[in-house]
């Protein structure tokens, strides 16, 4: 049964009461207010992940582009419903149903289900394709040569080494445009996390493990490397630049790190390893042997005594190196 909603009104009331009036003015005055503190909020924020220069980057953004889609397409009706039904069963609004004994609609609850489990299903299976895709560890596909550079992290500075060039590099990494890049990737400190916002993917740098993640630059240019994981009072200055560079610069800067004075000796490397902030960028002429393995090493030793050094870790066991 139905009968119109006209239980506890007042038709005597005008139709526009004086503090309706005020609520509206307040309301229009707000909208400005909050578009602006929105502008200028968001205006200090670098859309990297919306701008990537690396063909990975590109999927993991048409990723949460997608996915993004997805869900509002619930999100958004949801939201305008909830808006459209305050509005139109207001109390004030004779002309609307009422229908207090209401209990079942067969299509609202088909609309209701159907819809979310489809979503959630097209999610799913774009999820486990793309967890597969973009698998930090699998490597990139590439006809070029990759370059191998491992990854220290410290207190509160990044040192990038090449084995195969035998250089080393604090605070600044350095790659060519177009080739695939494998790192290895450990820390000597607390965990942290390993991110260059725009190639892709970051993961984490934990201490007495090594993580693997493969990335390339597409477009030449400088990109901003952090730790996105909090790592004591020196974590805001624990960043350092991507320089994407062509064939030829990244030769030249190889060459130019050769002929540095600093040798990353493993006595030199216990003072690099100090707790410092605002590292300056430095370059390393030869790096002492298995340094990385040494890294990693020293903590499993600590938890597991007698266990062999870590099997499986040289990726360039002829590359000429420095030892101490």
Avoid at 79 to 94: D, E, P, Q
Avoid at 230 to 249: I, L
Wanted: with cysteine; aromatic share 10%; glycine share 4%.
């Amino acid at each position: 049964m139905k009968r119109l909603a006209t239980s506890g009104t007042d038709r005597s009331l005008p139709r526009t009461r004086p503090g309706r009036r005020l609520g509206s003015r307040a309301a229009c005055g707000l909208a400005p207010f909050l578009v602006c503190m929105t502008t200028l909020t968001l205006s200090g924020c670098h859309m990297a992940l919306f701008d990537p220069k690396g063909s990975i980057g590109v999927q993991e953004k048409h990723l949460i582009i997608i996915a993004s889609v997805l869900m509002l397409l619930v999100v958004v009706p949801v939201i305008a419903l909830t808006l459209y039904f305050a509005w139109h069963y207001r109390k004030s609004n004779t002309q609307a149903t009422y229908a207090p004994t209401w209990t079942h609609s067969t299509k609202i609850e088909v609309v209701v289900w159907v819809i979310p489990c489809l979503i959630v299903t097209c999610l799913a299976v774009l999820i486990w394709r793309s967890t597969h895709t973009l698998d930090p560890y699998r490597p990139v596909q590439s006809t070029a040569k990759p370059v191998n550079v491992d990854v220290i992290a410290l207190n509160w500075k990044w040192l990038f080494i090449y084995p195969d060039e035998d250089i080393a590099s604090v605070n600044r990494l350095v790659i060519p445009v177009g080739r695939p890049i494998n790192f290895r990737i450990t820390s000597d400190s607390i965990m942290n996390s390993f991110f260059i916002p725009r190639l892709g993917s970051q993961i984490y740098a934990m201490s007495g493990m090594q993580t693997r993640l493969h990335l390339i630059a597409d477009t030449p240019g400088v990109y901003q490397g952090m730790s996105s994981s909090f790592s004591g009072p020196g974590f805001a200055d624990m960043h350092f630049d991507t320089a994407a560079t062509s064939e030829a610069d990244f030769k030249r800067w190889v060459e130019q790190a050769r002929h540095s004075k600093l040798v990353l000796t493993k006595a030199a490397y216990q003072a690099l390893a100090a707790p410092s902030r605002n590292n300056p960028v430095e370059s390393y002429s030869h790096v002492a042997a298995h340094l990385f393995e040494h890294v990693v090493d020293q903590y499993r030793r600590d938890v597991f005594p007698g266990r062999p050094p870590h099997p499986a870790i040289p990726l360039n066991p002829s590359a000429a190196r420095v030892s101490e």
